[in-house]
C-alpha cells in the first residue's frame, strides 16, 4: 500500500492493490527506467504480466490519452527479461510483433504490445514492486 514514505504523485488502486505513478514526461526506454528507479527503490516500469495488468494499462493509456507507452523488458537472447532477470511468459503481442527491438511498449493506435528501438521518446507508468 502506499504511506507517506512513497514519492509524490503515487497513486494505490484499491481493485489491483498496487501503488503506481503515470509520468506524463517522455523520455527514451533507458531513461524511463532510470527515472522510476530514481523516483523509490522500489519503482519499476510497469510489467504487463497479466490480463489484468494489461488492461489496467490500457485504462490508463484511454484515460489520459498517453499514446504509447514504454513497459518493463528487455531483450536478453531470444528472451524478453525483467528488471529481476525473469523471463517474461505473458504477452498481448500487435500483428507482426515481437519485432527486432530490444524493448517493450504499447502500440498508440492498438495498445497492443510490441518491440521498441528505445530511442523514441514516450511517456511510462512507474510501479512499486
Known sequence: MCTALIPDGYIWSVSLE????????????????????????????????????????????????????YLQGTKCGPNFVDDDGQVITYFNWDSGEPGNGNYLRTDTDTRLQETSSGTYTYKFICRLY
Open 18 to 69: 498496487i501503488c503506481y505513478h503515470l509520468n506524463t514526461i517522455k523520455l527514451i526506454a533507458v531513461d524511463a527506467k532510470a527515472k522510476c528507479q530514481a523516483e523509490h527503490p522500489n519503482s519499476r516500469l510497469l510489467l504487463i504480466d497479466s490480463d489484468v495488468i494489461y488492461n489496467f494499462a490500457v485504462s490508463i493509456i484511454d484515460t489520459f490519452n498517453t499514446g504509447a507507452i
